[in-house]
């Protein structure tokens, strides 16, 4: 009887260490992978039809998104990608932030991949 117990503790935690490596390692460094190869090039301080051009049209409309900001968002098998951006007064991005969320039958993670801020 006490074999079995082993045997059951033993599988039991061998399942919890793959599912921990799996969530706190393996989709966060394929998320940095997987992101857009263009979002890996932004910098803050241009102006918005720059990104405009660089990037493409915004996911949102400006009437729905927050005032002075722009959001793109790309699809990727599991992963969904964020790109926001916060404008200032003349239209000059002062801040990026790039997020991701990993969902599938199994898991379900968000995180931030990068931000920036105009200094």
């Known amino acids: 009887m006490k074999k079995w117990r082993w045997v059951f503790i033993t599988i039991i935690a061998f399942f919890i260490a793959f599912y921990s490596f799996a969530y706190f390692f393996v989709i966060p460094k394929a998320a940095i992978v997987s992101m857009p190869y263009k ?60 997020t991701y969320v990993f969902s599938n039958y199994l898991f379900h993670k968000e995180g931030k991949l990068s931000e920036k801020k105009l200094e």
Request: without cysteine; charged residues 25%; aromatic residues 14%.
């Open 39 to 98: 979002w890996r090039n932004i910098v803050v301080g241009l102006k918005r039809s720059e990104y405009v051009f660089y990037i493409g049209r915004p996911a949102e409309d400006s009437t729905t998104a927050k005032a002075n900001s722009d959001k793109w968002i790309m699809r990727d098998e599991n992963y969904i990608f964020q790109l926001q951006l916060h404008y200032n007064t003349d239209s000059i991005a002062d801040h990026a932030t790039i």
